[in-house]
C-alpha cells in the first residue's frame, strides 16, 4: 500500500507563489513515476505536471508551462511543486499520484492517490 500526503496549499495573490509538497510511503519511491493533477469546482481532474522516477523527465500542462516546475527528492521520498506567477484559474484542489509507468498525464494511468491540497488565489 502506498500513501501519499500532500502539503503547502493556502490562499495566495494573482502573481504570487506557492511550493506544494507530497510525502509519499510505502514503495521505493525513486521507481515510480509521480505526477500533480488538479480539480476545480464543477470541472474534471486535469493534469499539471509529471516527473519520471529518476526525475530526469518531467512533462507539463501548456497551462502551467513556465510557471510551475517539478521536482523530486529520492532521499525523502518528496515530490515537489513549485508555483510561480499564480493566477486565479489556478485555484483547484491539487493532487500527487503515484504511477508504475516512466512518466503520465492521464490520471487512469496512476494507481494511488494523496487527498489533495487547496490552492486559493485571489484576483
Known amino acids: 500500500q502506498v500513501q501519499l500526503v500532500e502539503s503547502g496549499g493556502g490562499l495566495v495573490q494573482a502573481g504570487g507563489s506557492l511550493r506544494l509538497s507530497c510525502a509519499a510511503s510505502g514503495r521505493t519511491f525513486s521507481s515510480y513515476a509521480m505526477g500533480w493533477f488538479r480539480q476545480a469546482p464543477g470541472k474534471e481532474r486535469e493534469f499539471v505536471a509529471t516527473?519520471?522516477?529518476?526525475?530526469?523527465?518531467?512533462y507539463y500542462a501548456d497551462s502551467v508551462k513556465g510557471r510551475f516546475t517539478i521536482g523530486r527528492d529520492n532521499a525523502k521520498n518528496t515530490v515537489l511543486l513549485q508555483m510561480n506567477s499564480l493566477k486565479p484559474e489556478d485555484t483547484a484542489v491539487y493532487y500527487c499520484?503515484?504511477?508504475?509507468?516512466?512518466?503520465?498525464?492521464?490520471?487512469?494511468?496512476?494507481?494511488?492517490w494523496g487527498q489533495g491540497t487547496q490552492v486559493t488565489v485571489s484576483s
Open positions: 516527473i519520471s522516477g529518476s526525475g530526469g523527465i518531467t
Open positions: 499520484g503515484s504511477t508504475a509507468r516512466l512518466w503520465a498525464t492521464r490520471g487512469y494511468e496512476y494507481e494511488y
